[in-house]
């Protein structure tokens, strides 16, 4: 992106991805390989698959997302605390994503702490088989497996928090119709797929 084009504030985007089942076990050992040996040109092609929905082979196997669906996410401001004391290293790394399913869209605010309508179980960025967090130049990338899925689960808002349970939130995200609008896409419920989370919060702000 062309810095004249650049809204002022950081860059921080959310992907929810949908890739086929049997993509399952390729992707789990791509994000096994991500977190054992930190590869930036791995981690930056992975990036392209949700950034530019591209393809790419992973040991002969083609990785290729269903549908991919883009919402900006906002930094709020309990996260933007914690992320300087992170930078002072005196807190621990961000380690969890959270979904909710709230069923219409909404605009977070810099005040929330916690999800509209959070469901139960957060993935844990640092189970090596199914989440990362990962940095790239400015970019700080957070993701992670949700599950096998059919196309009658709706789950239309994400966080990145510090805990298991309660903790502190970095960044709040409405996908709403957009992530409701899936459920008119035939091939969604054709067959039992995977869905990705993915944040990337880029820590280079363009100032006015």
């Not at 990785?63 to 669906?69: E, G």
């Not at 989440?131 to 009658?152: A, D, L, P, R, V």
């Not at 969604?188 to 869905?195: C, K």
Request: glycine content about 8%; overall charge negative.
């Amino acid at each position: 992106m062309k810095l004249e084009k650049r809204g002022r504030g950081s860059l921080d985007v959310s992907y929810i991805a949908y890739f086929p089942q049997y993509q399952k076990a390729v992707l789990h050992d791509l994000i096994s390989e991500i977190n054992r040996d930190h590869d930036q040109n791995l981690i930056s092609e992975f990036a392209s698959v949700f950034e530019k929905n591209k393809s790419f082979n992973y040991n002969d196997n083609l990785i290729k997302a269903d549908q991919i669906i883009e919402k900006g996410d906002l930094l709020v401001n309990g996260g933007i605390d914690r992320t300087i004391d992170a930078m002072r290293g005196t807190v621990s790394p961000w380690r969890y994503v959270a979904t909710g399913i709230v069923g219409s869209a909404f605009t977070p605010a810099v005040s929330d702490t916690v999800l509209l309508n959070e469901a139960t179980g957060r993935i844990d960025m640092n189970d090596v088989n199914r989440g990362w967090h990962e940095q790239f130049g400015m970019k700080i990338f957070y993701g992670g497996i949700h599950s096998e899925m059919t196309g009658n689960n709706i789950i239309d808002e994400v966080g990145i928090f510090s805990a298991s349970s309660g903790g502190t939130m970095l960044n709040h995200t409405s996908f709403g119709t957009a992530q409701i609008a899936r459920l008119q896409n035939p091939q969604a419920t054709m067959y039992r797929q995977i869905m990705i989370f993915a944040v990337f919060v880029e820590f280079c702000p363009a100032l006015p």
